[in-house]
């Protein structure tokens, strides 16, 4: 971190300069002396998203993918989320679980049956189950993309076309 910023941190803010941010590739992260971690990424790039929405179906689209592939290329595999104290493979299953919940004529059956198969893990799993629960793909991931190119962020003076609202459910 620059000397200056170092200066405003600690002087104006009274940052411990022991919390001082750890440069990494594209970003920062924050270390306590218990070893949290707190990462900080400067995204200069898109990713497409698992969901997208079809307004010639006017519903969600999902993917029909091999769930072991799209693990594979997930960036998120491994960022387990908890709600409600319970533990989520990841934030996007219960986002899936969400968005049926809240619009369920906009997600197509077939996918509602998929995601409302999941279960999160609790306090009273069986640790080698929930250790396999999390680290390994699970069916829902059938439902995000094998393939997630990357688009870099750039500044065009071209006019671009936004899709419109979808409607409310
Ligand atoms: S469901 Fe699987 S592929 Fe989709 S975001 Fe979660 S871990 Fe990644």
Redesign the pocket.
Known sequence: MPENIQIECSQQFGLSPELFPQIMNQGYSFVDSNGVTVRVEIATYFQSG?ISYSDEEQMFEFHKSD?VK??E?????R?WAMFDGEIY?????KA?QELADQHPTLVPDWAKEIIYAYKPGTVNDDLDQLDAHLKN??P??S??NEDRPYKNISATTNRIKFYKKRPNA
């Open positions: 698992s769930p799209a693990h290329t997930c960036a998120i595999n960022c493979k990841c934030s996007t299953v899936f793909p699970i829902q991931c439902l995000c």
